[in-house]
């Protein structure tokens, strides 16, 4: 059984461009959270998912970012018009219930 | 949900006994105390959760006194592949318990 899987591993964008970040949970794993980790700092929560429903966003800023776990494929971090502030790594993780979370190896996005 | 203290960072050596102490002076009576590993470049790992007196399995050890403010993650004889980041959390575990928070943690480096 495959762990999570992210991709891409490593994001350069250029201020005000679109940052896509996706991640296959692993088999059977129905929940998905994103987290997001800044330099020398612990990971923040941004969103929990099932499978086409969005459950708790509170972690997320309001306006920019966006994300999805659809029917069908990888759930989806979206950030429009990046800044320098996005920069970070960002970590999704899976479960096959809320209480036990596996996690991927991250997206480090850099942002020029 | 009950704030956590631990060392920024950790020296040890090669095969010594490593002992990280967490402080929650305010834990409710439903949290449980859960540590997790981070090496560089990949996302956390679980190592083992408890709720009182002691757990052990193959990895570590968990000792948390009777008042439950402080918990110790021991790991026993540390190889320079235990050098990561150390995150102690602590907050109840249920269907409602899935936005992990995670501090700075411990920055434990094992040298040869």
């Known amino acids: 059984n495959a762990g999570v899987m992210q991709n891409p591993r490593h994001l350069v964008r250029r201020r005000g461009q679109e940052a896509r970040l996706r991640c296959s949970p692993m088999?059977?794993?129905?929940?998905v959270y994103w987290y997001r980790q800044l330099p020398e700092e612990g990971l923040k929560f941004m969103v929990y998912l099932q499978k086409e429903n969005i459950i708790d966003e509170s972690g997320m800023p309001k306006e920019r970012f966006s994300a999805e776990f659809p029917k069908e494929g990888p759930s989806i971090l979206r950030i429009q018009q990046v800044v320098r502030g996005d920069s970070a790594a960002y970590f999704c993780?899976?479960?096959?219930?809320?209480?036990?979370?596996?996690f991927g190896p991250g997206t480090r996005l850099t942002v020029l | 949900l009950a704030k956590t203290t631990q060392p920024i960072s950790m020296d040890s050596y090669e095969g010594q006994e490593v002992n990280i102490t967490c402080s929650h002076n305010n834990i409710a009576t439903n949290d449980y105390i859960t540590w997790y590993q981070q090496f560089p470049s990949q996302g956390p790992r679980f190592i083992i959760q408890?709720?009182?007196t002691k757990v052990t399995n193959e990895v570590a050890s968990l000792f948390i006194p009777a008042d439950r403010k402080s918990s110790t993650l021991s790991l026993p004889r540390v190889s320079l592949s235990d050098t990561a980041v150390y995150y102690c959390?602590?907050?109840?575990?249920?269907?409602?318990?899935?936005?992990?928070?995670f501090g700075s943690g411990t920055r434990l480096l094992v040298r040869p």
């Open positions: 993780a899976s479960s096959p219930h809320p209480n036990e979370q596996f």
């Open positions: 408890g709720y009182k």
């Open positions: 088999k059977g794993h129905s929940h």
């Open positions: 959390l602590v907050g109840p575990v249920g269907d409602s318990s899935y936005k992990l928070i």
